[in-house]
């Protein structure tokens, strides 16, 4: 991996810190909301009045800052899988909330997680495909996700509690794999200038996705602890942006013979880790004074 590939893998890793801040505190500003009455706008609404969601928005800010930067220099497949260390991250967030050291478990989950990565980037050798396709090639997917979000969104208005927390939670990760595969093309977009910004599809579409995203989890984290929605979330969210990298935007691994077996344990290691420690940071994230 080059210089470039470094940058960007550096950016990703500032991004997932920046996300395990904002996800804690929003997580604790909607739990406080009552859920009968307060959905939708009024639960935006009543998280606004809240100090500790701002934290959370200014976090998920400039962690989406840190990301689209990282992803103006590296592909969906190099970087969203490294934003999954936000977990790795909440580690030492939660020992300094707790004031005790992390479990030995959550350590050793945590150096797995980081391992798998590792050997993925090295061995799979990522490879950058297209910042832009025509909108043509995003139909089929679109159709696909869309139809994914339109039944859970239907399935979690008539439920409550965990059920409903994890149905959003699928929502709010494809509606965030979108917003990262779209963000390669706004950022390209920009390179160009103000007004190929402005005349862009992608500029649009991406800010309907990420404003749908962040209204959906404010729900998911109303709903239930973060045990039922933030694994869904951290697991969703880099496993559509992947698939959106190599379907739609020709991103490849570089792997023949034994070493697709070698990214095949990689990645179940890394989709086992990323769930243990989901669990484990939302169970543990201690509320807020």
Do not use: N
């Not at 689209?68 to 999954?84: C, K, R, T």
């Not at 832009?132 to 159709?143: C, D, F, K, T």
């Not at 409903?164 to 706004?186: E, N, S």
């Amino acid at each position: 991996m080059g210089p470039v590939g470094v940058l960007a893998a550096g950016l990703a890793l500032v991004a997932a810190a920046l996300f395990a801040v904002a996800a804690a505190a929003q997580q604790h500003a909607a739990a406080r909301v009552p859920a009968d009455g307060s959905r939708g706008l009024r639960l935006v609404g009543a998280l606004a009045r809240t100090p500790l969601w701002w934290v959370g928005a200014v976090g998920d800010s400039l962690g989406y800052v840190a990301q689209a930067a990282a992803l103006g220099l590296g592909s969906l497949l190099l970087v969203q899988p490294l934003l999954v260390t936000t977990l790795v991250w909440a580690l030492p967030l939660q020992s300094w909330w707790s004031r005790r050291p992390p479990r030995a478990t959550d350590v050793a989950w945590g150096l797995a997680l980081v391992a798998a990565l590792g050997t993925f980037v090295v061995v799979g050798e990522p490879t950058a495909g297209l910042d832009r396709a025509p909108l043509e090639r995003w139909l089929p997917a679109a159709a696909v996700l869309g139809a994914v979000v339109v039944a859970c969104a239907v399935a979690a208005a008539a439920r409550r509690g965990t059920t409903r927390a994890v149905l959003l939670a699928v929502v709010t990760g494809v509606a965030y794999g979108v917003v990262a595969a779209l963000t390669k093309g706004v950022v390209d977009a920009l390179g160009e200038g103000l007004f190929a910004l402005l005349t862009t599809w992608e500029t649009y579409a991406l800010a309907g996705a990420a404003i749908a995203g962040t209204l959906v989890q404010q729900s998911a984290f109303q709903a239930a602890g973060l045990q039922a929605s933030l694994p869904v979330i951290t697991v969703g969210e880099p496993v559509v942006a992947v698939l959106l990298g190599m379907v739609v935007l020709d991103e490849q691994v570089r792997a023949d013979g034994a070493e697709w077996v070698l990214i095949g344990v990689l990645v179940a290691v890394m989709v086992v880790a990323t769930v243990a420690l989901a669990r484990s940071a939302a169970g543990q994230t201690a509320p807020v004074p």
